[in-house]
């Protein structure tokens, strides 16, 4: 064997040797001794404590969905237990949100092209607590450090960041809120399997959506608790998070909920979901008087006998219809009368005003859209408010 044979060759052996060494090393690290180093990393990040008090581990094995020589190629598995993160000092509790145990994969060729790819995360026992204090302030709000500062020539980081799916077993959220007077408990589950849009609202034309898995509910919930010092219950469903992805699948909403003595219910969708872009719900609201209102929804409605309505809400909150919401083709009684119509309301327009077109309108009715305009037009002598109301009764 020449000289030359013999270096190649010890070259060959070192770099062996070299990945040998590095995947033993891998393999047997304990990731744990990075969980005081990580721990103070976020708690400075997100400005209040964050810790992970179980166990922190990495696993390498093949990921079953890729195929070819990619399917060899090893992901890491990572989990992390007891997790918590806590409160800013300004709000009291114990923490913001906490999990049992959090896993995720990583796609490592992903981070060839700078992309951090996961294709799942599973949270398992989820549990948040969100709390805003008569001050405003709140602990959902986060301020990152060195947020304040504004530096113009700093670079736009070349990396991305997607998450595929989220999905865990069962969630709680407790929300209290000394503004609107909210003390209400809320726990999610998954429904095993998918609930068709369709199979809720009855209509024949969603036939083709439900077979989309995209526009299916998910996971269910159920709200118990006190809301403006009133009772409150409800239950409903959401879909998942594969329907967020795509800013042209709306989001699909169920929901029946009681607050005092009024009763909203409705099926429908969120469009453009992640940047809140309307709502197309099929809406139904009764109660004793239509004044209690304006605790949920915040639009000043005159005091009433009892009512039971049901119609299509479109409301827009993007674009050149921002701020206008229409209450279209509804049906119902207020005290002895029958209504319907069309029911429209606008922010930011120069004053209250009133449409009317055609209807049946008994005389207990036109009382009820005098004295609806009369307490609106109030509201704006008393704010200074410039939003507008048009009705088609």
Not at 6 to 15: E, H, R, S, T
Not at 211 to 230: M, S, V
Request: glycine share 10%.
């Amino acid at each position: 064997m020449t000289r030359t044979k013999k270096v190649i060759g010890g070259i060959v052996l070192f770099l062996l040797l070299l990945i040998v060494a590095i995947v033993i090393f891998i393999a047997t690290f304990d990731w744990n001794r990075l969980k005081p180093t990580i721990n103070e990393k976020v708690s400075t990040e997100l400005q209040r404590p964050f810790a992970i008090n179980g166990d922190l581990g990495v696993q390498w094995s093949r990921h079953r969905e890729e195929r070819g020589w990619r399917g060899w190629v090893p992901w890491p598995h990572i989990h992390a237990e007891d997790i918590a993160l806590g409160n800013q000092q300004e709000v009291p509790g114990d923490y913001t949100a906490r999990l049992k145990r959090i896993e995720a994969s990583i796609a490592p060729l992903a981070l060839l092209h700078r992309e951090v790819y996961l294709p799942r995360i599973t949270l398992v026992s989820p549990d948040a607590s969100l709390k805003r204090l008569a001050n405003g302030k709140n602990n959902w709000t986060f301020n990152l450090a060195n947020s304040d500062e504004k530096d113009g020539q700093k670079p736009v980081s070349p990396w991305s960041f997607q998450v595929d799916d989220i999905v865990f077993d069962r969630g709680k959220i407790d929300y209290q809120d000394a503004i609107a007077k909210a003390d209400i408990h809320l726990t999610v589950n998954p429904l095993g399997k998918p609930v068709a849009m369709a199979e809720l609202t009855g209509s024949g034309d969603d036939k083709q959506a439900a077979a989309k898995n995209d526009n299916n509910y998910i996971f269910g919930w159920k709200a118990e608790g006190t809301y403006n010092n009133e009772p409150l219950s409800g239950s409903g469903k959401i879909g998942g998070m594969l329907a967020l992805r795509n800013a042209g699948t709306p989001f699909p909403l169920q929901a029946d909920v009681r607050s005092g003595r009024t009763r909203v219910a409705f099926t429908g969708t969120l469009e453009d979901p992640l940047n809140f872009g309307g709502l197309n719900l099929r809406l139904r609201l009764a109660g004793e008087n239509l004044g209690d209102l304006q605790g949920l929804t915040g639009v000043v409605l005159p005091d009433s006998p009892p009512y039971d309505t049901d119609g299509q809400l479109v409301a827009n909150f993007k674009g050149k219809n921002a701020g206008r919401y229409r209450y279209e083709k509804f049906n119902g009684k207020i005290g002895q009368s029958d209504i319907h119509g069309t029911l429209e309301y606008r922010q930011g327009k120069p004053a209250a005003v009133a449409e009317r077109r055609t209807g049946v309108k008994p005389a207990a009715l036109c009382r009820f859209g005098a004295a609806y305009r009369r307490r609106f037009r109030h509201r704006v002598r008393q704010t200074g408010s410039q939003d507008q109301i048009n009705t088609a009764l």
